[in-house]
């Protein structure tokens, strides 16, 4: 693989993941409902989803998806039922303050499930790469070493974009004292998951 291909494939991903979709809404969502506690779980979770998605792709799922309306409709409607599901819980939500959402409004296993959750169901990202990472790929070349090159560098990529956006976030959320502001932040956040649900039971393969 050459430096260009490389960093050809390097911008390509950073248009991806800064771009907003569902993964994005949901560690904003988040962010802005449990503070910066919820940024690392956040982090772990999407990459932890990134790395099911590589491989399922790899292992031939993306194919399936791809070719299968139904099984890339089930994926997608269960993946937007559940981004739904935790935007009703952000939006009946109460108020905490910041040094109890810190000390544990709730546990960071359960936020780090729901982003690798999100993030693995998304059918797109499944076949994304299966599409994808080929582009990339120098046929000349050893197959194994340049996959991942490939799957490193968007993990980088991907744990870059969810940091600045949870991080953003997270700060905005831990400046705000006012439990009405509070509860005005668990409904954005609860609509930004909702909307993320939306965004992904409307996707085309």
Do not use: H
């Not at 409709?73 to 109460?94: D, E, H, N, P, Q």
């Amino acid at each position: 693989m050459t430096a260009e291909t490389w960093l050809s494939f390097t911008l390509a991903a950073m248009m991806l993941c800064f771009s907003p979709g569902p993964t994005l809404l949901l560690v904003m969502g988040q962010s802005l409902t449990y503070g910066k506690r919820s940024v690392l779980p956040l982090i772990l979770g999407v990459l932890s989803g990134d790395m099911i998605a590589m491989s399922l792709s790899v292992l031939g799922l993306g194919a399936i998806l791809a070719l299968s309306a139904t099984l890339f409709t089930a994926f997608k409607y269960l993946g937007a039922a559940y981004l739904c599901y935790l935007g009703i819980k952000a939006w009946r939500s109460k108020a905490t303050k910041a040094e109890d959402t810190d000390k544990g409004g709730i546990a960071s296993g359960v936020i780090f499930k729901e982003a690798l959750l999100v993030t693995a169901l998304n059918p797109k990202g499944i076949v994304f790469f299966m599409a994808f990472f080929p582009l990339f790929i120098d046929t000349a070349q050893p197959y194994l070493p340049q996959v991942l090159i490939l799957a490193m560098s968007f993990l980088l990529v991907s744990g870059l974009s969810v940091s600045f956006y949870s991080l953003f976030a997270g700060q905005l959320r831990q400046k705000v004292q006012s439990p009405k502001l509070q509860t005005g932040f668990n409904k954005v956040s609860g609509t930004m998951l909702i909307g993320a649900g939306a965004l992904t039971a409307t996707m085309q393969k």
